[in-house]
């Protein structure tokens, strides 16, 4: 499933200048908050990095390796979450992906080890994430490395190569298959004790009986429960089973683009593209050349409603701003935890769903985006 890709600026700075804005940070203020520092070997002076929230897609603070060394403001709260710490070096990008809270953490690793097997102290809750890991780790490497021969192999259409294509899919199933039993396992066995078991339940929504996910939510104590992470369970039991195929459409409200409030239901008598995307999200990005032809192809059956699962509002008019959207765009500013969101089972980015006339859902593509994908599903569907 395609994800959400953070773009980041590329900063070139010299060694001096690096070093003075590494001073400037007073070591006087940063002993009254937590911060997130480290020892760092592969890296150049004045290769900058920043510590980024996807959530509201802010970097919190940004600073410049110096001698290996670096130091970071951590200004987050008790509740841990998924933090990006990413180093521009040599005009590449490296991101490690910590599961921290306000906590004073302290990392140590070789430029090669940082995506995999970078070492972490101060972390309670990086902890509950690493007993995840330490299963699933190999799964993830072998997987990275099937698919970006894939990426550079899908071009050479020689029946060998297609046939290589065809098992490396194959085995990427089979890895995917392997990574949710040890995930679901997971879970049940940690789901209150570790908050990284709570926030890969909501990524199993579809993939546990929700008997089973009310079962776990009953087991939380009240911490838990109130955490975002066990709001969004309580949200996903509320909203009922993720749509799919055959199923009626799930009427919600948002804000569209020209401020008003806006139902689904509100559209009569034309096929409905329902497009579910995050501003940052390439393929996300890729796919709005298509979704304007289609929108012009169309405009006498079929009304595109693109659905912004971005919190911050201001993130989501610029995307509208940048990509010039002239069908109707909406958001609830709930993010990826809101009602509409989970009820249409949107765990990756593009979404795509259609839904006929009368209501009813007749295509979910929830694979991403590939050039031509939107246009071949309503030729099939669009009569």
Known sequence: MKKAILFISIFSLNFLSAQQKHNSIKPKNLEKEKTFSGKLTGFNNGDKIKFYDPEIMKTLDST????????LKNPLGKIPKTIFITVVSENKYFTFIPFIAGENIEISGDKKDFKYNLVVNGSKFQKGKELLEKETKKYKIERDSLSKYFRLKQSDTTNTNLEILKNIKKRVNEIDNLSDVITSKYIKEHINTHYYALVNLAFYFNKLPKS????????????HKESVYGKKVKTFLEVGNILKEGDFYFDFEAKGQDNKVHKLSEIKDKYILLDFYETYCGPCAASVSELKKMAEQYKDKLQIVSFCADKPEDIWRKGINQNKIDWLSLWDGKGTSGPTVLKYGSDGFPTFILIDKMGKIIKIDNSGYGEG????MLKENIK
């Open 64 to 71: 410049y390796i110096v001698d290996g060394k670096f130091k």
């Open 373 to 376: 994908s939107i246009e071949k």
């Open 212 to 223: 089973e996910i009310q079962d776990l939510y009953n087991k939380l104590d009240k911490e």
